[in-house]
């Protein structure tokens, strides 16, 4: 048996020093200054008044005003407007920060009265006009429940508050997860809230109106980390804008920084502004970001006294194949990737990527013999030989997939990263040639264990020790059903479960790594027989109990489905470039 082994992936950190700067999931190649101002800008909308969509509408201290880059005018003085909404092109809801008050502006005039609150006095009391009260209350948005509310949050209170257009009544929304609320903006059905204190909290209404909440992205300490939600960590953080489809900006005031926010994914990432393809600190904002707005990818940055604009390159995936020879009795030749590391090929094809301002761009590096061998066809099979072509798919999360090749006449599983594999096996006294394809489809099914439950949402999310203690079984379980897949599949270690729990049913989800073609509607049956089986005759995981500490009763039982079956295995679409199992749930929503 002849096997080109190769690690592709796996031997790029050998050797290389790494510095702190970090890959930019984007990278904005032109920034300049749209605007000197004397004062902080704190939030930044399209005017609605102007129909050529040529003008800002700017809040700052102590004005509110609108320009267009060149010239400016002043609406209103006197006013601390860290927050505003446009609820129609000649009326404008905006918060008088320091007053602890709300307003409403009509363009006719350009006078604000008050809507609600008491202007000049602090507290924090629901009620009707001039009794309600609010504590430093920062940013607005209409209630896309009800347009004829809006929502406040109310900085100092650590509250999301409303407030009645019509009767002008100040009510309590919710009051808990805040710390310092500040921007905040719709995302579909819920709400995404800037904490100044170093979070983004989540808030959804159920169907009877209830209102939910979670401490979504970011930790209760302050730091500058990226990757996935849990994990992740800002300084101060003050408002948000949606770049694209599931991706969000964010502005971190402390860290002198933008934020990505992948929500498909459910990852924070790097955001650079000057072109660079790591972020530096060269990719500091010279005085923390306040407000940003997004208009067709051209993003306004509001800071102590600019307003910048940034742009990304027209250019879209600019990378070239890279081609290579072996010399004369070699087996690989080293080739210089485009971030800059050297690795060794063997003689093939391989398919590589690299991200591009949110782009996924595919080139290839191919390696060929300084002279062909006719006898030997990279692609074709002899059609003498026994050996069949095999074709794998591999995980976006792994490094290489097991396959299950010959070597010397027997059968073994060999890992493979993506890429054509050139192997040779003796038959008959001949050198037959096959090979072995790995590759990663843009859409993909992976198979997953699954698994209902009647439980309380609000029980399932009650505090962080619940959303604890379930992801703790969670995993258990997860080292329970590796001895159900056996050989035949496995739990990747790198792959977590994930759960959504609605309309109080807990779903549950077991990834394998299992891939499949989007087109493939059911698992292969001789696999689902198997794995059938084996549940079958599992003790522990025929009823796959749960303990949720706060449910009643605690400790619950999966349901069983049609075919009276309490574990089920499913076909999960995915997405091309998912980095961990959470946000699995997201793509499939």
Known sequence: MKFEKILIFAVIACGVKFTKDVEARISFQKFEVFLNTDYPVDHMELDKYYDNCTHLLVGSWPHLFTTNGYSSSILSTLIFATGFT????????????????????????????????????????????????????????????????????????????????????????????????????????????ANYHHYITKIWWNKAGGVRSNKWIGSTTAGDRDGGFNIAKFQSLHEMTNFRSKLYLVTDYGNKKLKLLDLRKQVVDPVCFKGEDFCSSSSLFPSGPLSILNIKEEVYVGTENTIYKLSLSNLRCPYKNISATLAPGETTAKVKLLDGYFVDFPEGVYKMKKMYNLEMCVYHVVVKRSEPKHHDSWFNLDPECTYKNITSFRS???????????????????????????????????????????ETPLNQKRLSFKADYEASCDAVDFNDYSRLMLRSILKQRKQQLQSICAQNCELPVEIDPFYNCTNDVLTIHWPTDKLYPATTSLPPADLTNQLNQRLAQSAILKSLELYIPFNLPPLISAKKNSEEKMIQLVLLPTCADESDAAQMNICHS
């Open 396 to 438: 976006p999360h792994l490094l290489s997939v097991a396959v299950n090749v010959t070597i010397s006449g027997k059968s073994v599983w060999r890992g493979f990263p993506e890429g054509v594999f050139r192997m040779a096996e003796e038959y008959n006294s001949k050198t037959c040639i096959y090979h072995v394809h790995v």
């Open 86 to 193: 446009q609820v129609n092109k000649t009326h404008i809801v905006l918060v008088d920060h320091d007053a602890h008050c709300v307003r409403i502006l009509d363009r006719k005039d350009n006078v604000p009265h008050i809507l609600a609150g008491t202007c000049g006095s602090s507290g924090f009391s629901d009620g009707g006009f001039g009794e309600g009260t609010f504590n430093y209350p920062y940013g607005v948005v209409v209630d896309k429940r009800n347009p004829e509310r809006i929502l406040v949050t109310d900085m100092y209170n650590h509250a999301l508050r409303s407030v009645d257009l019509n009767t002008r009544m100040l009510s309590t929304v919710y009051k808990i997860r805040f710390s310092g609320p500040q921007g905040l903006i719709w995302v579909g059905d819920f709400l995404l809230v």
